[in-house]
């Protein structure tokens, strides 16, 4: 069964510290790895999208990494900022753009 | 460029009511996408269309739920008769082809 898990499932950290989330998958066959950032109340937003070759992308203070081997995947958020406070979905596209999300891990970034 | 745009934002109905949401996907996008986020959980595919045509609708409840593209750009998402079950945020996205999907901002619906 095509699954994405996401861990922790909330997490509360200090404005300016950093953070690590991870997201674990079991979909085939692979096409490529997303993670979105969701604010409360609107529609989520992508930050990196990774294919099979890819092992890193940043984008800005967001560096996603992906180990395609162990279907594992992390997204580091350095010097976190108030603004962080979200949801961060990981999605996996199985391919022609079928993609399958995760529950989220809601951050908290408290000053 | 504009973004997808839904409305209404917010609704609350009674159970067994029935309610219909539109979405404007981004000019130029053939594929469409409604789902279904319950809160505290990641959006569920409900259906997608490519152009005016129906990819994927394998997770729609189609006893309750129906959903129309017109002419390939607009499209609304039906619910008739509403359940309690059916709260959640409903939200659309589009995406040229197998690129990127672009999400609109939701529309919040209460079920009472």
């Known amino acids: 069964k095509n699954q994405v898990e996401q861990s922790p499932q909330s997490l509360i950290i200090l404005e300016g510290k950093n953070c690590t989330l991870q997201?674990?998958?079991?979909?085939?066959?692979?096409?490529?790895l997303r993670w979105y950032k969701q604010d409360t109340g609107r529609g989520p937003v992508s930050l990196t999208i990774?294919?099979?070759?890819?092992n890193t992308k940043s984008n800005g203070r967001y560096t996603a990494t992906l180990d395609a081997d162990t279907k594992q995947s992390s997204l580091h958020i350095t010097a976190s900022q108030l603004s962080d406070s979200a949801s961060y979905i990981c999605?996996?596209?199985?391919?022609?753009?079928?993609?399958?999300f995760g529950a989220g891990t809601r951050l908290a970034v408290h000053p | 460029e504009a973004g997808v745009a839904q409305s209404p934002r917010y609704k609350i109905i009674e159970k067994r009511q029935s309610v219909a949401f539109w979405c404007n996907p981004i000019?130029?996008?053939?594929?469409l996408y409604w789902y279904q986020q319950i809160l505290g959980q990641g959006p569920k595919l409900l259906i997608q269309?490519?152009?005016?045509?129906?990819?994927?609708d394998s997770q729609l409840p189609k006893d309750r739920f129906s959903a129309e593209r017109l002419k390939g750009v607009d499209s609304t998402l039906k619910i008739q008769p509403a359940k309690l079950e059916d709260s959640a945020v409903y939200l659309c996205?589009?995406?040229?082809?197998?690129?990127?999907?672009?999400f609109g901002p939701g529309t919040r619906l209460t079920v009472t």
């Open positions: 990774m294919t099979f070759s890819e």
């Open positions: 999605v996996v596209s199985g391919g022609y753009n079928k993609l399958i």
């Open positions: 996205a589009s995406s040229l082809g197998e690129f990127e999907q672009y």
């Open positions: 269309f490519q152009n005016n045509g129906v990819v994927d």
């Open positions: 997201c674990n998958y079991t979909v085939s066959p692979f096409s490529n």
């Open positions: 000019s130029g996008h053939a594929t």
